[in-house]
């Protein structure tokens, strides 16, 4: 089949999962010539019936558009993927999922092939995709004018934030704000245990767990700033001395709660090894530091 004559940028697309299909289709829904290719044909059939080209091979679907989007299960998979084919003068956009060391080998690896390289990191799940107020977008990192040259076409799924030219940096950016994710989804699944077994509803109690996080959050700003100026008793309002002096009455709760202090005792321990070192006056940021096994 043929595509229509439009202005938008052709697309090719490898990798049709969950997340592949979402953006498929979301670059299918504005008018963008899409050509796609999946290692298991019936999906990238299901597309063609919205406008997709399907290509026969990851070769021919390379070859057609010089924008290949690529969105697969694992970096080994990329390399698997492409190796052989004929990267010259291709744009590749790299979507899967992967360690910034990945992503700057990956880089490495694109550019001896001819290629300009963008790596990214999608802080989305595929229902987000193409719908503007979801709150979806994607980290980019790599070559600045590959970015600034596709930044239209790359924003219809989700929105787009270049977080530099180093190609490592949006998978380091998507794994940090993940690993956020997951303390604080760690710190209410405690939050929800201590609750369990008493007569509160937790449907009730939830509104003012979601308040209270939302009302703590803004308190990165200020490890930042701490952070950026060494000075660890910047505005602090309470300091490291009084917080942990708090730690026995948390961990006597869930003794008495009957909830395992898992989740939380690895935090309270490295907050008595700060304050053993001295810093009582200090914000809770010295942990960052204890944190750092070896020089970078």
């Known amino acids: 089949m043929t595509h229509p004559v439009t ?3 052709p697309v090719t697309l490898i990798g049709l999962g969950a997340m592949g299909t979402a953006l498929a289709r979301a670059w299918l829904a504005v008018g963008h010539p899409l050509t796609v290719w999946n290692r298991t044909p019936s999906r990238a059939r299901a597309l063609a019936a919205d406008g997709a080209r399907t290509a026969g091979s990851a070769a021919e679907a390379v070859a057609a558009n010089t924008l290949v989007v690529v969105c697969l299960l694992d970096d080994a998979s990329v390399e698997d993927t492409l190796t052989g084919i004929d990267l010259t003068g291709k744009d590749l956009v790299n979507l899967t999922t992967s360690t910034p060391a990945q992503a700057r080998t990956r880089a490495a690896w694109a550019a001896a ?27 980019y990192s790599g070559v600045p004018d590959l970015f600034e040259q596709h930044r239209d076409t790359l924003a219809v799924p989700a929105g787009t934030t270049y977080v530099g030219e180093n190609p490592g940096h949006a998978a380091l950016h998507d794994v940090a704000l993940l690993s956020a994710m997951y303390g604080m989804f760690a710190g209410a699944a405690h939050a929800f245990a201590l609750i369990r077994r008493e007569d509160i509803d937790p449907t009730a109690f939830a509104p003012l767990l979601a308040g209270w996080l939302t009302a703590m959050a803004p308190a990165v700003h200020l490890t930042a700033e701490q952070l950026r100026s060494g000075d660890y008793t910047k505005g602090v309002t309470s300091t490291l001395a009084m917080q942990t002096a708090g730690t026995p009455a948390f961990l006597a709760t869930a003794e008495e709660q009957g909830v395992s202090p898992e989740l939380l005792t690895p935090y309270f321990q490295l907050m008595r090894r700060r304050l053993a070192e ?18 970078a």
């Open 278 to 295: 001295g810093s009582g006056e200090e914000d809770l940021t010295g942990v960052i530091d204890l944190l750092l096994r070896r020089p």
């Open 113 to 139: 092939r001819g290629a300009r390289y963008l790596a990214g990191g999608i802080m989305a799940v595929p229902p987000m995709i193409g719908v503007p107020d979801a709150g979806g977008y994607v980290l």
């Open 7 to 9: 202005d938008k940028t």
